[in-house]
């Protein structure tokens, strides 16, 4: 996998980037923690340009914010309930969740747009209670790319700094990539098992 991540982005260089950060915020595929950094080694070995590489995974990621931040828009916050009401088992979202996340965005909107790209697991999600609060496109894309360049500045730069020990990190990656995986995937049957209870 981190073989072919690394060749995919020295084959096709900052499009690979952004594809791969827009699409880890749609569906996340791979998690950007992968991403970057092994765009960093890329950039360390002179095939990139570190500064472009850390704009163009800010880009992607923003771009893939968007979807969820006009579909929120869109839908509103009613619908997305009812569907947390029907499906919320299965989604791991319950209605009382939006709820909270309604509440704590409307207080401090541009800290938790900014420091919200910064958490995995919230990153991509921050952006509907943005959507549903009713948020301009304008100041939503701010300070989302705000955060997304400090992420993608702070992964990337990682992985250009270890570029000298690129196997041995790469190798702990790569372990370190399946558990998460593997936890993720525990964390949601154990939670489909939890709502079924109730």
Do not use: C
């Amino acid at each position: 996998m981190i073989d072919a991540i690394t060749e995919f982005i020295s084959a096709q260089g900052y499009w690979a980037i952004v594809l791969l950060m827009f699409a880890e915020n749609i569906f996340p595929p791979l998690p950007s923690e992968l991403i970057m950094p092994f765009a960093g080694f890329v950039a360390a070995r002179g095939e990139l340009h570190p500064v472009l590489v850390v704009l163009a995974g800010a880009f992607g990621s923003v771009l893939g914010a968007l979807p969820w931040f006009f579909a929120a828009r869109h839908w509103g916050a009613e619908p997305l309930k009812r569907l947390a009401d029907r499906h919320g088992r299965w989604i791991t979202v319950s209605r009382e969740e939006l709820d909270r996340a309604e509440r704590w965005f409307h207080r401090r909107r541009a800290l938790v747009l900014v420091f919200g790209r910064l958490v995995p697991g919230v990153r991509t999600l921050i952006a509907v209670p943005a959507g549903l609060s009713g948020m301009a496109l304008t100041p939503f894309v701010v300070w989302s790319a705000v955060g997304s360049l400090l992420w993608s500045a702070l992964l990337a730069g990682a992985g250009y700094l270890l570029e000298s020990r690129y196997e041995q990190v790469a190798a702990v990656t790569e372990y370190a990539a399946r558990a998460v995986l593997a936890a993720i995937v525990l964390a949601y049957a154990w939670r489909v098992v939890l709502a079924g209870r109730r």
